[in-house]
């Protein structure tokens, strides 16, 4: 049973996960004592040292800046396809009946497949190709730039959560081929005069896959609910991302990490941007209680589930889009 203080955290950790690059295999476990630790207690955790440089994340601000600030026809000219790739215009997303939809816009890219990849043929859903504006290279250069950046820094925290949960290190390098890896540039404008409850930039929800690496710009708006159903803010911190446990990665440690809800209110008056990366694996992936997660008094809490049809009955439920008429 969890203590008063695990139920009650008052604030996210920040954590230095320079030793799972280029430390010693001593040094990459304490990373993951904490990793352990933040996971169990918050959901949340803070990382430096991170290796992605601080220039790559101004300019990758800059481009999402630029495009959002286009007119509305062009950018719907690359809307968002059944992938889930491209443009998605305000008053798309629905996370849960008792809220309004979501107060963003979003321009969506994933794995860079290439036309012809034989992984393409069987239509899966949410595997496609990206979408990007023809006049706007530099986007889809920055774009693809920052997404190779992360999907590395990824990688390594996936090896600190494998040494976190006492498995092999790699255990989850070969779910990442052909991954469910999503990268969402999202503007939020300022929360409007007299929206009354129910209306957020992102309504309370948990992420639905692995883990989410979130780069927040110094607005703000980010909040995460402790056991006690308070909500506690996750300030922007300079040269850092935000990591957050999704439900898989909760399913697979059989609630020992918590996948925990959080949300956005843009309260302060200004244009808000976010870039959340879902590091998700492979469509086929099978999530289930890993073999030390359980035993004589805690059987799995959770039906072996798909990776891909998880995460694609999400979107069903969530994108209008996706919905029929």
């Given amino acids: 049973m969890a203590s008063s203080s695990l139920r009650e955290f008052q604030s996210v950790p920040v954590i230095d996960v320079a030793p799972l690059f280029d430390g010693s295999d001593a040094a990459a476990r304490a990373v993951a004592a904490e990793i352990r ?39 719907r000219r690359i809307q968002v396809n059944t992938a889930h790739r491209g443009y998605v215009p305000f008053a798309q997303t629905t996370l849960g009946r008792a809220y309004k939809p979501d107060l963003k816009e979003s321009l969506n890219f994933a794995f860079p497949f290439q036309a012809g990849d034989p992984y393409l043929a069987d239509g899966k859903p949410l595997i496609g190709l990206n979408q990007w504006p ?18 590395e820094l990824g990688q390594r925290l ?28 999202v503007h939020y404008p300022p929360q409007p005069a007299g929206a ?43 040269d850092t991302f935000v990591i957050n446990i999704g439900d898989m990665l909760e399913r697979w440690s059989n609630d020992l990490f918590v ?50 049809e998880y995460i694609t009955a999400q979107y069903d439920k969530a994108y209008a889009y996706r919905q029929k008429a």
């Fill in 37 to 75: 630790r933040s996971a169990i207690e918050v959901g949340f955790f803070y990382v430096r040292s991170h290796n992605v440089p601080p220039q790559l994340t101004r300019d990758m601000l800059a481009a999402a800046k630029a495009f959002f600030a286009r007119p509305d026809p062009e950018k």
């Fill in 196 to 238: 009354g409850t129910g209306q957020f930039g992102a309504a309370p929800h948990t992420d639905w896959g692995c883990i989410t690496v979130l780069w927040q710009d110094d607005v703000g708006g980010l909040e995460v609910r402790n056991r006690a159903g308070q909500w506690i803010a996750a300030p922007p911190i300079e």
């Fill in 134 to 151: 023809d006049d706007e290279p530099d986007l889809r250069c920055t774009a693809e730039t920052y997404y190779a950046q992360v999907f």
């Fill in 259 to 308: 996948s925990t809800p959080h949300r956005v209110v843009n309260e302060s008056g200004r244009e808000r941007y976010s870039i959340p990366v879902f590091y998700d694996p492979d469509f086929e992936t099978v999530v289930e209680c890993l073999p030390n997660c359980s035993g004589p008094g805690n059987p799995p809490r959770h039906p072996r589930t798909i990776a891909g």
């Fill in 158 to 185: 996936l090896e600190g959560f494998a040494l976190a949960l006492h498995i092999e290190r790699a255990f989850f390098r070969d779910l990442y081929r052909h991954p469910l890896v999503r990268a969402r540039l």
